[in-house]
């Protein structure tokens, strides 16, 4: 199982968009400081998150929420 996640910034509310096969170890990489660009907002929660069977289908969601389209179905679906 793959997963595609949106984490939110604890500070300034941001969020973050990414994929992965652990979603546990991920965010823990993420509180860490180990991951440079969400190393600043710490610290983050997981705020949403969809499961994929294959990695390529978790990448191409994530490419998704990060376009125009992604972010206007986030919108409406009230999930950022």
Not at 17 to 34: A, D, F, M, P, V
Not at 37 to 55: C, D, G, M, N
Not at 66 to 80: H, R
């Amino acid at each position: 199982m793959f997963f595609t996640y949106i984490l939110k910034s604890e500070i300034d509310c941001s969020y973050y968009y990414g994929h992965t096969k652990n979603i546990e170890s991920r965010l823990q990489r993420h509180n860490s400081g180990k991951v440079r660009s969400t190393k600043a907002k710490r610290p983050w929660i997981l705020h949403y998150q969809e499961v994929f069977e294959t990695k390529s289908e978790a990448y191409r969601r994530e490419m998704f929420f990060k376009s125009i389209d992604g972010y206007n179905f986030l919108k409406s679906e009230k999930i950022t």
